[in-house]
């Protein structure tokens, strides 16, 4: 988190205070005639800048005080300070699909290798400051830990460069009244903002140091939540928010929405956070940073452990309880489960006892939480629980509506179990009152409280799931208990409307836990059915042979990649004859490029693999571009029957290290045998240097690897007979470009290059061409919109007569003039084989470019 602000924007507090003094309600007496009363207006300026000054830091530092006691608590029972464990944060590339598209996807994150997204984590490019940072995380990965953790930083004065830090919480979309302004919005509805004694004030130093400013935005579900508050706002709305923010007209979306568009506090930097799932095009343009949460590593897992459980006793029963669940351990790369999971380890439960899957882990917690309730009154109460949770799954909410009406018995054993937490939207109440609310929120399981959260002074607390995946659970349960359209709720239906939006988080976890309790222990679920146990067992019965038969007719080969990965976690939750039944199915060719690979996911894969083992079937891998963990990819790999696999170049040969570091001789053999390349599509300037370090240890010139395996060579670059770099847009420059070039001459399978927009100049090509006359396989050669002139382009026309295969050459929009184009034409003479040479712009003469149209055809 520290090295995310590393930029310091200028400007100290003494700095703009002159600003703020003279834009805010600080009055001075009228000048009078002579010097003595000019000296007097000086020295009272002088005193009014100082009081203000001093007024100001008393704020910030009140600020700082009150946001260090809030973010202390990690969560209930947590303490910030003692069990916080760094998560895995990257940066990430935005990709467009193709090039004439205007909308941005989920697929478009590009998610590149492993090994070099441990490399390129949180560095800021230096002279180029970023002022909107989009952080994403799916549920339970510790986006909102993290931002606390930034706080808590910023109040022992780790950001020296922002003197003001807000907070403000998508859920204060909900209050819809126009009665706020940016003042108020700021000072008032900020989560972490103390009360303000002097708020004018503050407000003027605010806006007149706006660079001074960071905004956090958390608590938003997705991107298109963001999108929504992008779109263009009324005239009339921008003319007042323009002309006086601090009147009190506005609603909090106008404000949220004046914010993102950059019209209020258009210098402040911004920091967004948000699951990645949902278009955001318009979002994603405006970023210019991207950075992921991606949860925990094995040896963050065993740091938070060590934190849990400060019992010596109980620790070390706990890590041997883990280690001998490996579904379990694989589940505590994301933190939220990882604390479930320690929930569960608390109990001191045997190794036979532990959950093996997510049904049960959610299962156990509930029945953990609800254990100490009255019997008799605990199950109608949970049900109406689960009745809510649903409802909130299938708006894509985490929050239950202000509007909702709740039995105040549902509130208070709700957040008796610690499964629903009131939240206040607006910072009314003082530091007292809060700590009442929250003696009450943990003690309460009276009338009482609920009355209290009825009230009329807690209008607008509104209650929110505290966790998404026990939200999920519940809704699971409501649909198999309760719900008459239970088959409706299977994955996967068909229909239009099904195909057009992908599911949402909690709906896909809820799905997956509706077919996992189909199958669990029938005590647990029976115990919540009303029937008597004959029509409860013909009940359960009846769905697990409607689930079976609806998985059964699923047609495999129309399944997109995410589904069947979907599929083979749905499948792992359920049961032995539906995984047979998988098995059995599972296409042979298994291409999974572009989706996002979790621990737990590639322990579903590989049992589902396993089981497709036992039937004779054999399978290809494709785990390009899916961000899977090297010890992931190491046990997909090693089963006997993968055939042949792909995966990020860098992490395949981070993996040969380790196995030869280790001795393992086989496993090694089979990880050089089964990976291709082929054929290989470069997008990214990275892929080319993972290429040539793959080329270097093909042809022996590796320090690294040095094993008798790899001694005839790399057999995936034997195989590698179709080669394209499509590297539009890239910002290569002149120094990529001879980067480039000095890797272009081992790559003689290399058909397409394409070097768009990418800023090459004269130098860069002089490189590139030496490079390009010995490939003699490329038939496309794009230079299109870079920066050649003529010196350039006469470094071209020597070597396309030496390019045997070249039919297609694009230098269009470049700055050759008159003797670059003639250079290109009369060379053009000489290369019968090229179909087309675009190479028009503006500053070739017209009547030249037009003469040499004449004379060749092929020039466009």
Request: charged share 25%.
């Amino acid at each position: 988190a520290p090295i995310l602000m590393s930029s310091s924007p200028p400007g100290s507090l003494s700095d703009t205070a002159s600003k703020a003094v003279s834009s805010s309600c600080v009055s001075l007496r009228s000048p009078s005639c002579g010097e003595d009363h000019g000296h007097s207006q000086a020295f009272t300026f002088e005193t009014n800048i100082f009081s203000f000054l001093k007024r100001v830091k008393d704020y910030i530092q009140a600020a700082k005080s009150h946001m260090y006691q809030l973010c202390l608590e990690m969560e209930e029972g947590l303490s910030i300070m003692s069990h916080y464990v760094d998560p895995h944060v990257t940066q990430r590339e935005i990709y467009r699909l193709g090039k004439s598209t205007n909308k941005c996807s989920d697929k478009e994150f590009s998610i590149t290798g492993r090994t070099h997204r441990l490399k390129n984590s949180l560095h800021s490019n230096e002279g180029k400051s970023r002022r909107c940072i989009l952080l994403l995380g799916n549920a339970g990965m510790g986006k909102t830990t993290l931002i606390k953790k930034l706080c808590l930083d910023w109040s022992r004065d780790s950001f020296p460069q922002f003197d003001f830090v807000f907070l403000l919480d998508g859920k204060g979309l909900t209050l819809t009244e126009p009665v706020h302004s940016l003042q108020t919005l700021l000072l008032d509805l900020s989560s972490i903002a103390p009360c303000c004694v002097d708020p004018d004030e503050v407000y003027a130093q605010v806006l007149a140091a706006p660079k001074r400013v960071l905004l956090i935005f958390d608590g938003f579900d997705e991107l298109r939540d963001y999108e929504s508050l992008l779109q263009t706002q009324e005239k009339d709305c921008v003319t007042l928010l323009q002309k006086d923010s601090k009147m009190q007209t506005f609603t909090v979306r106008q404000l949220y929405s004046a914010i993102l568009q950059r019209l209020l506090l258009p210098g402040c930097t911004l920091l967004l956070s948000s699951r990645p799932r949902g278009a955001g095009s318009q979002l994603l343009r405006r970023v210019d940073a991207l950075l992921e949460v991606c949860g925990f590593t094995s040896d963050s897992i065993e740091t938070y452990l060590t934190h849990y459980f400060t019992d010596p006793d109980l620790r070390a029963s706990a890590f041997e309880c883990l280690k001998s669940s490996s579904y379990l351990h694989h589940l505590c790369w994301n933190p939220a489960l990882c604390r479930l999971a320690c929930m569960v380890l608390e109990q001191g439960r045997s190794s036979e006892d532990l959950p093996r899957t997510l049904t049960e882990l959610y299962d156990k917690n509930r029945h953990n939480l609800s254990k100490n309730g009255d019997e008799s009154d605990s199950k109608d109460l949970l049900l109406q629980l689960c009745a809510l949770a649903w409802e909130g799954v299938k708006a894509n909410s985490s929050s239950i509506p202000r509007d909702r009406t709740i039995p105040t018995k549902v509130k208070v054993f709700g957040m008796g179990m610690g499964i629903l937490h009131p939240q206040n939207l607006r910072r009314r109440l003082s530091n007292e009152d809060n700590r009442n609310l929250e003696k009450k929120r943990v003690e309460g399981q009276s009338e009482k409280k609920g009355k209290d959260i009825n009230s009329a002074d807690c209008k607008d607390l509104i209650l929110v799931w505290t966790c998404a995946f026990l939200q999920s659970y519940l809704a699971a349960v409501h649909l198999n208990v309760l719900d008459r359209s239970f088959l409706q709720a299977l994955p996967f239906q068909t229909g239009a409307k099904c195909r057009r939006r992908p599911k949402k988080e909690e709906l896909e976890l809820t799905q997956r836990i509706v077919v996992g309790l189909l199958y669990h222990k029938k005590e647990k679920l029976q115990h919540l059915h009303s029937q008597t146990e004959t029509v409860f067992r013909n009940t359960l019965t009846s769905r697990q042979g409607l689930a079976a038969k609806h998985l059964a007719g699923l047609s495999y080969s129309n399944l997109v990649p995410a589904q069947v990965l979907e599929l083979c976690n749905y499948v792992y939750e359920a049961s032995t004859k539906l995984a047979t039944q998988l098995a059995e199915n599972l296409p042979e060719s298994l291409r999974f490029n572009g989706v996002p690979f979790s621990p737990p996911d590639v322990f579903a894969m590989k049992d589902a693999l396993r089981r497709g083992g036992a039937e004779g079937r054999n399978f290809c891998l494709d785990l390009e571009n899916t961000g899977i963990q090297i010890s992931g990819l190491r046990a997909l790999m090693s089963l006997n029957n993968i055939n042949s696999f792909r995966a990020c170049i860098a992490d395949v040969i981070s993996l040969w290290e380790q196995l030869e570091q280790s001795g393992e001789e086989e496993l090694l053999q089979g990880a050089v045998s089964k990976f291709h390349i082929h054929p290989l599509k470069a997008t990214q300037v990275c892929h080319i240097a993972h290429l040539e370090k793959l080329v270097n240890i093909h042809m022996n010139k590796s320090s690294q690897l040095s094993h008798s395996i790899l001694a005839d060579g790399v057999p995936a670059v034997k195989d590698l007979h179709k080669l394209e770099f499509d590297l539009e847009e890239s910002k290569i420059e002149d120094e990529g470009a001879d980067k480039l070039a000095m890797v272009l001459d081992s790559l003689t399978s290399l058909e397409v290059l394409n070097l768009s927009q990418n800023c090459i100049g004269d130098h860069g090509v002089k490189k590139l061409a030496l490079a390009l006359k010995d490939l003699p396989k490329l038939h496309c050669l794009s230079l299109y919109s870079n920066e050649i002139s003529d010196e350039g382009a006469e470094s071209l026309a020597a070597v396309l007569p030496q390019m045997p295969s070249l039919t297609q050459l694009d230098v269009g929009y470049n700055k050759l003039q008159g003797v670059g184009a003639q250079s290109l034409a009369l060379s053009l003479r000489d290369c019968k084989k090229v179909k087309t040479l675009r190479m028009w712009n503006q500053c070739i003469p017209y009547g030249v470019f037009e003469r040499l149209q004449r004379q060749d055809s092929r020039i466009l």
